[in-house]
Every structure is written in structure tokens, then in C-alpha cells.
């Protein structure tokens, strides 16, 4: 089946834009989450959706960042008035739920310029 | 807290050599862990996992033991081959009441013909 799919694959954006990323999960998957790489780093943990739950934002690094999901189904990430530490790989990953396996994306290559 | 640390790389072998990529953690009771493998241009991909001491994780000839009394999850490989070549992260995902998944900073493997 279809696997984790995320759009744009790469985007290139100048300084104070805002950006908006896509994430298609897996169908039926009700977890989904955003994580951040930044060059030569870890995966850093964004956001966490699971079903109608509230979301778990505690990642988010700053008010210029916020994500949305409907029910189970895309998620956006949204950065606003971006800046050149934005610049990374978000990965979106999803998962069942109490699963302990996450199926991630290829990400998507923000460049803030 | 909860950490992961992995060597760092990159790491270049000759094919056939023998692999071994280094992952140590901190974190209360009994995680999970895990290795993920990333391809060149692709999303992140479950390579192996364990869920409890003693665990062997094995796939596609990788293999990792989940050692408590040394909180270590070791990656080897017995002989290479040059499409092993990818970016190797160890992660664990604590106890119980937490979806967070804490990733390794990544090692490159190169693998030469």
C-alpha cells in the first residue's frame, strides 16, 4: 500500500515568508507526527497528533510554528515569518495507535534564504 | 533525561568488512529500541528493533542486542555490501505514557567496491 507521502520535496524560501508543509499518513493510521533534522542532527521531535485527542505541541520550537490535522488525515505543518535557523528536513512520520513502529516520509527540504 | 549517542561518521568499509556502529541510551526502566536506516532520498525506514534486554533485533543480515547492564544497542553486520551505504540512526522510545521517540544524531556508512 501507500506509504507516508509529504509535498513539497524540496522548498526554497526567502527570509519572512511563511511556508506551508503537507503530510498524507498512511491510511489508518490515527498517530502522526513532525519531527525536524537539521544538517548533520538527530530528528527533533515537533508535534505528535493521535485521533480527536489534543495535540501534543511541546516541540514546537517557537509561536511561528503551528500544525494541523484533520481527523485522521493530512496534516500541515505552517512556519511564519520564517527565519534562516527554520532551514532543515521535516519529516513527517505516521503510525497505529499504541503501535510502536512509525512509517515516515522523505521529507521535505526547507531552505530559507 | 532520556538520550541516545551514536558514533559518529562517517564511517567508510570496504565491501564484505565487517560493520559495527556503536549506540548507547539513558533512560529509566525498559525502552524500546531501535535502528532506522535512511537511503539517499528517502524517508527513514525501520531497519531492527528490540523491545526488552536481551532482545536480538535482526534484518537483512543486521543485527542488535539489547544490552541493559551496558545500555548499549550495537548495529553489525558481518559482510557489507556497497548498497548498506545510508545514514543509520539509533532511537528509543521510553517506558510507557510517552509516544516520543528520542533519535541518534545519524552515522553515514560508505561502503566501497
Known amino acids: 500500500g501507500a506509504g507516508v507521502s509529504q509535498s513539497p520535496s524540496n522548498k526554497v524560501t526567502e527570509k519572512g515568508k511563511d511556508v506551508e508543509l503537507r503530510c498524507d499518513p498512511i491510511s489508518g493510521h490515527t498517530a502522526l507526527y513532525w519531527y525536524r533534522q537539521r544538517l548533520g542532527q538527530g530528528l527533533e521531535f515537533l508535534i505528535y497528533?493521535?485521533?480527536?485527542?489534543?495535540?501534543?505541541k511541546s516541540g514546537l520550537p517557537s509561536d511561528r510554528f503551528s500544525a494541523e490535522r484533520t481527523g485522521e488525515s493530512v496534516s500541515t505543518l505552517t512556519i511564519q515569518r520564517t527565519q534562516q535557523e527554520d532551514s532543515a528536513v521535516y519529516l513527517c512520520?505516521?503510525?497505529?495507535?499504541?503501535?510502536?513502529?512509525?512509517?515516515f516520509g522523505p521529507g521535505t527540504r526547507l531552505t530559507v534564504t | 533525561g532520556n538520550s541516545v549517542t551514536q558514533m559518529e561518521g562517517p564511517v567508510t568499509l570496504s565491501e564484505e568488512a565487517f560493520l559495527t556502529i556503536n549506540c548507547t541510551y539513558t533512560a529509566t526502566g525498559y525502552p524500546s529500541l531501535f535502528w532506522y536506516v535512511q537511503y539517499p532520498g528517502e524517508g527513514l525506514q525501520l531497519l531492527l528493533k528490540a523491545t526488552k534486554a536481551d532482545d536480538k533485533g535482526s534484518n537483512k543480515g543486521f543485527e542488535a542486542t539489547y544490552r541493559k547492564e551496558t545500555t548499549s544497542f550495537h548495529l553489525e553486520k558481518g559482510s557489507v555490501q556497497v548498497s548498506d551505504s545510508a545514514v543509520y540512526f539509533c532511537?528509543?522510545?521510553?517506558?510507557?505514557?510517552?509516544?516520543?521517540?528520542?533519535f541518534g544524531t545519524g552515522t553515514r556508512l560508505k561502503v566501497l567496491a
Open positions: 532511537a528509543l522510545r521510553p517506558t510507557s505514557g510517552t509516544y516520543k521517540y528520542i
Open positions: 497528533f493521535q485521533g480527536n485527542s489534543a495535540p501534543d
Open positions: 512520520a505516521s503510525s497505529l495507535e499504541g503501535a510502536r513502529e512509525q512509517y
